[in-house]
T-cell receptor, first 114, second 111 residues
């Protein structure tokens, strides 16, 4: 399967724990995007990365959230000290070249904070 | 003004009819426009991309772009119940690689 791979599909964390969401882009894609979607709401841009670089993190909360896309391995979205308001679906998408090429989405990670 | 605006719906059309979905955007410099379909509980899937003014057809789908009016639309001909989903409009912003999504329009096609 050469699609965007996200794991885990479902993640349950207690308040105060850390959540790590992983994303492997499609083969040949070097641009990775993370979006958050609350129930019955649209996709909210969080961060855009290329290998080893954060290009645009204007949608990321200033505290507790971080993202990386190392030279080797998947992109990681990390949420420290989770709160109930972090419960959402987190989608990763990748594209080949950026602005002119469409995004291809993974199946998402559903985070539930109890 | 929101960067990308869509009517949330629901838009209800009978089977076989044409469904018309609309989207406006605020940035005159936007160059790339996309329509995605999202079924409940699933991830968005790409339907169409359009970059130039005018119409682009792909099967039962036609995307229309009018940059002067900052307006992009999606027409679905011969609507089927399986087309019932939320349709998301996405636009690149400020001549960047950042893609911003509208909140989506929920389409219901009834038999």
């Amino acid at each position: 399967n050469a699609g965007v791979m996200q794991n885990p599909r479902h993640l349950v964390r207690r308040r105060g724990q850390e959540a790590r969401l992983r994303c492997s882009p499609m083969k040949g894609h070097s641009h990775v995007y993370w979006y958050r979607q609350l129930p019955e709401e649209g996709l909210k841009f969080m961060v855009y990365l290329q290998k080893e670089n954060i290009i645009d993190e204007s949608g990321m909360p200033k505290e507790r959230f971080s993202a990386e896309f190392p030279k080797e391995g998947p992109s990681i979205l990390r949420i420290q000290q989770v709160v109930r308001g972090d419960s959402a679906a987190y989608f990763c998408a990748s594209s080949r070249t950026g602005r002119d090429s469409p995004l291809h989405f993974g199946n998402g990670t559903r985070l539930t904070v109890t | 003004q929101k960067e990308v605006e869509q009517n949330s719906g629901p838009l209800s059309v009978p089977e076989g009819a044409i469904a018309s979905l609309n989207c406006t955007y605020s940035d005159r410099g936007s160059q790339s426009f996309f329509w995605y379909r999202q079924y409940s509980g699933k991830s968005p899937e790409l339907i169409m991309s359009i970059y130039s003014n005018g119409d682009k057809e792909d099967g039962r789908f036609t995307a229309q772009l009018n940059k002067a009016s900052q307006y992009v639309s999606l027409l679905i001909r011969d609507s089927q119940p399986s087309d019932s989903a939320t349709y998301l409009c996405a636009v690149n912003i400020n001549n960047t690689d950042k893609l911003i999504f509208g909140t989506g329009t929920r389409l219901q096609v009834f038999p």
